[in-house]
């Protein structure tokens, strides 16, 4: 390990107490900052170092890590530090949209500045079951990557710093699409007396099967071609239609299966009933109106 780097951890929360830990168990100097100071303790206990402001806890760190509320608190703790981030990394571990995230870049500096996305919980932090993916100069990644590794397994996507929190967003909207669909089809099977673990067997097949069609579906969509051969969105319409149909005759909340159907009843309508279901994506990449309000 090398003996010139040091951590600044600048926020306490759950997350940032787990990220600080980490640092602390790792044998990095740690230097820890958060506005309710009580929040240090342990980690004081356990080997940390506590400041009184943001700018004492930045100059005592080669790397700083910020993990705070959101965005526009990122941007209240840096703006006096200023000059005092020349040189050093920039960790931004706070949750933010790609467009807030590329906005810190003018205050750390592109060199010296690299957002993530934290794929775990806190829990999770310095162990096998977390990730943290990472945007920005692959440089400065590589220059820190064994401070970085400590948190989980570093991933870096990319030179553009909104990068991290795209994957981020795109992640957990596949993960609530597959834990919904799990849950929906449960309370599905609940109506006819099966038990969910009965239907765990069959759920991690047909996660599988659809897992299958991902390289293909994505070759489409980089090529922009949707041809139909297997299943186009009209029929895929009618089987929706189905399940919005079982829902509702098995007293079982059918919202989602509606929901559904709406979009794809919203391709069809724009022309693309007869594409493939890649062709979808056409509908996900136009932006939506406000609440209420359908758009085609």
């Not at 003996?3 to 951890?9: D, G, H, L, N, T």
């Amino acid at each position: 390990m090398g003996v010139e780097k040091s951590v600044a951890v600048v926020g306490l929360g759950s997350m940032g107490r787990a990220l600080a830990g980490a640092f602390v168990r790792a044998g990095f100097p740690t230097t820890v900052w958060n506005r309710t100071p009580g929040k240090a303790a342990r980690l004081v206990a356990e080997g940390a170092v506590r400041v009184d402001s943001v700018e004492e806890a930045v100059a005592a760190g080669s790397v700083v890590v910020v993990c705070v509320a959101d965005h526009d608190v990122v941007r209240g703790l840096l703006r006096p530090v200023g000059g005092g981030l020349d040189g050093k990394l920039l960790v931004n571990l706070t949750s933010a949209t790609s467009v807030e995230m590329r906005e810190v870049a003018g205050v750390a500096g592109v060199d010296g500045y690299l957002a993530g996305a934290i794929m775990g919980m806190p829990q999770d932090i310095g162990t096998a079951g977390s990730s943290v993916l990472y945007s920005g100069p692959r440089s400065a990644f590589e220059a820190h990557e064994e401070v970085l590794r400590v948190l989980g397994e570093p991933v870096h996507l990319g030179a553009d710093h909104g990068l991290s929190s795209l994957y981020a967003g795109a992640g957990v909207s596949l993960m609530w699409s597959v834990l919904n669909g799990f849950l929906h089809g449960a309370a599905l099977l609940g109506a006819a007396g099966a038990g969910a673990s009965a239907f765990v067997p069959f759920a991690r097949r047909s996660i599988a099967t659809a897992a299958g069609w991902l390289a293909g579906y994505a070759d489409q969509v980089d090529e922009g071609a949707y041809p139909g051969v297997d299943a186009t969105i009209a029929s895929h319409l009618t089987a929706m239609e189905y399940l919005v149909r079982e829902s509702e005759a098995s007293g079982v909340n059918a919202e989602l299966p509606r929901f559904i159907a709406g979009l794809a009843e919203r391709a069809v309508a724009g022309g693309r009933g007869g594409d493939g279901y890649a062709a979808m994506i056409e509908l996900f990449r136009t932006p939506s109106g406000p609440p209420g309000r359908a758009t085609g």
